[in-house]
């Protein structure tokens, strides 16, 4: 019997209504290691070229790993993945929580969604059964409510769910998918391809367990969690106040993007920072599956707006986009509109983004009145904030348009309003300000599913001054050296290329990186040392960051079919202005350092320097040939 994963994957056709069941054979798993990697499989096979992303023919995969739900810290998210409505590139994007451990305990490692149902559905899964059941009541809920019906239905309070909310119905192009009210597939418009395919929820649930090789080893790795908590600063400030705890202090450094994107420094981030949401609401925390960190954070507030706890509360990126990108300092004005994306799954980061887009606009006078249909749009209105966070989940007004995303919403007002747009193959840019950071200029402009803060370690690992620990685990990755936060060159594109393989194997094991990721309490050897303890796989750190490879390969292969080459690579406008105020005043992009820095990335990862397109041999090196036939049927290889 395998361990660590149930070797089975449910094929739901919600067009015909048909439900099959397939077993990859051993050497699957052992290659792509289930999650993010594996549902890439399905994409190049099943997904046709060329095709929009709300055509039926999409496909939607719902993923865990082989370690997903073995009882240890960080083993709880699992990862969607479809054609991206909002980029137009792969979709892919991790939540933790309770859903996907519960869907290894019934039974399955991954589900393949496929077609449009005629009417609104969900679909329930327990114990190995699934069956397709009518939705047309939860249609138009909110998620709390809507949760509540579908375990009241069920009769079991501990169903877990993953749906969406009215964003998602009305096929915002950036909704999100949620599990359990608070814990988010976001970024990349997952939660509409669901809307596209009238699937309101998958409810789970199961009453297995997943079975593990050596269960003392991983007892004694779960053993060591409390105490290595206590030794990580980090994580410890992680416990009391969530990554809203961050806030002020990036502000300090310079690096938290305000009024998008013009400056570094908010003056107002200590008044939306987690110390105050802590004094001001006195929140509380929660956590996911088997995790001892508990770092997601809850709110409750009457005044001045009902703010209900159930659907968590603001992390650092909600509180810098619907805050500092908008410039505003109003706690319970951002905090409100935080818990108004997450009760109708809107991605915060991207409805910042976009209502800092318009309001840029506005103020420079590109648009007017009758562009927002009379609407008057200023850096620093909270209640203006609220009042566009309703409208885009609904697709109202000016709302309709700023849920288009950049690249489609940009075109509506002329070339001088789109050139204001801070994003990257439609990706609206993450809270972690490039101009600051020498390597993510290239990070984002590169990354196959848009700007993404998260595949990448930053900089600052390679400051002088950091912790040796941080430095070590450098170190032990093959990054020697230090740098200035803000220098480029050889040394950066290794920190990225690197760090890159790394992140994307924690997306591919589907660990959490506030577990896994350099600068928290586990490191590679814990990885390999979990691998080990669950599978049974006498595995190394270098064949699993061949597994964190071959994501990003298959990746860049699916955009490469798409059309997508070096073309697509690019910066917004706005990168190479200089920043004002504070210590990063005057830091900007040097675009010549930036294209030698490109093309050095691109010979790193085995792709041609010139078009970005993916190269044979290294495609070969990774076990990938099926990969290489199929970019050359497409005439998408390099060479």
């Known amino acids: 019997m395998p361990f660590g994963y149930t070797g089975k994957v449910l094929k739901v056709d919600l067009t015909t209504g048909s439900m099959t069941y397939e077993s990859p054979p051993p050497d699957v798993y052992r290659r792509y290691a289930g999650g993010s990697c594996l549902a890439m499989t399905y994409m190049l096979r099943d997904v046709p070229p060329g095709l929009d992303a709300f055509d039926p023919r999409n496909v939607l995969v719902l993923a865990a790993s082989v370690v997903t739900g073995a009882p240890l810290s960080g083993l709880s998210r699992f990862n969607v993945t479809a054609l991206s409505p909002l980029t137009g590139t792969i979709g892919d994007s991790q939540a933790g929580g309770y859903w996907g451990a519960e869907l290894k305990m019934a039974g399955l490692d991954a589900i393949v969604v496929t077609g449009r149902a005629a009417e609104p559905v969900y679909l329930w899964v327990h114990d190995g059964h699934a069956e397709i059941r009518p939705a047309g009541h939860l249609w138009g809920l909110d998620t709390g409510p809507a949760q509540a019906r579908i375990r009241e239905e069920l009769a079991d309070a501990r169903v877990r769910v993953a749906q969406i909310g009215p964003g998602g119905e009305n096929l915002v192009r950036y909704a999100a998918i949620v599990n359990e009210l608070h814990h988010f597939n976001g970024r990349t418009g997952m939660g509409a391809v669901m809307g596209a395919k009238n699937l309101k929820a998958i409810a789970v649930r199961g009453r297995g367990k997943v079975q593990v090789h050596d269960p003392a080893a991983l007892q004694a790795l779960a053993r060591s969690v409390p105490e290595r908590i206590k030794a990580n600063g980090g994580s410890q400030l992680l416990g009391s106040r969530g990554t809203a705890g961050f806030v002020a202090a990036t502000s300090a450094g310079g690096g938290l993007p305000t009024r998008n994107f013009r400056s570094g420094v908010f003056e107002g981030a200590a008044a939306i920072d987690g110390e105050a949401m802590h004094q001001a609401l006195g929140h509380s925390s929660t956590t996911c599956y088997a995790c001892a960190v508990r770092c997601k954070q809850v709110i409750a507030a009457h005044e001045p707006y009902e703010i ?332």
């Not at 964190?548 to 699916?558: H, N, S, T, V, Y």
């Open 308 to 639: 209900d706890p159930q659907y968590g509360g603001p992390e650092y990126e909600g509180l810098a986009a619907l805050g500092a990108y908008t410039g505003v300092s109003d706690l319970a004005a951002v905090c409100k509109a935080n818990e108004l994306c997450n009760r109708y799954t809107l991605d915060v980061i991207s409805t910042g983004a976009m209502i800092a887009w318009a309001t840029d606009c506005y103020e420079q006078g590109l648009i007017g009145p009758q562009q927002t249909g009379g609407l008057t749009l200023r850096f620093g209105d909270g209640e203006m904030l609220v009042r566009l966070v309703e409208m885009i989940a609904r697709r109202e007004g000016l709302g309709d348009l700023l849920a288009e995303g950049p690249l489609r919403a940009g075109q509506a007002w002329g070339p001088e309003a789109a050139a204001l747009a801070i994003h990257t193959k439609g990706q609206p840019y993450p809270a972690h300000m490039a101009r600051a950071k020498g390597s993510l200029p290239v990070v984002y402009a590169v990354n196959p599913y848009g700007a993404d803060h998260m595949c990448t370690e930053h900089d600052a690992f390679l400051l002088p001054d950091m912790p040796d620990s941080f430095q070590e685990r450098m170190r032990a990755l093959g990054i020697l050296g230090t740098a200035p936060m803000d220098a480029t060159g050889p040394l950066k594109v290794r920190l990225a290329t690197i760090t890159q393989r790394y992140m994307s194997l924690l997306d591919s094991l589907e660990l959490c990186a506030f577990c896994f990721a350099n600068a928290w309490f586990f490191d590679g050897e814990d990885i390999v040392a979990a691998v080990r303890a669950i599978t049974g796989w006498q595995t190394t750190l270098w064949e699993l960051m061949l597994v964190g490879e071959r994501r990003i390969q298959l990746m860049r292969a699916f955009n490469a079919r798409e059309g997508l080459d070096a073309r697509h690579d690019v910066l917004p406008a706005r990168m190479v202005e200089p920043l004002v105020g504070g210590p990063t005043d005057g830091w900007r992009v040097d675009m010549d350092a930036w294209q030698r820095d490109r093309a050095l990335y691109y010979a790193a990862m085995g792709w041609d320097p010139e078009s970005g397109l993916p190269g044979r041999a290294r495609l070969h090196e990774l076990d990938l040939d099926w990969v290489v036939d199929e970019l050359e049927r497409h005439g998408a290889l390099a060479g």
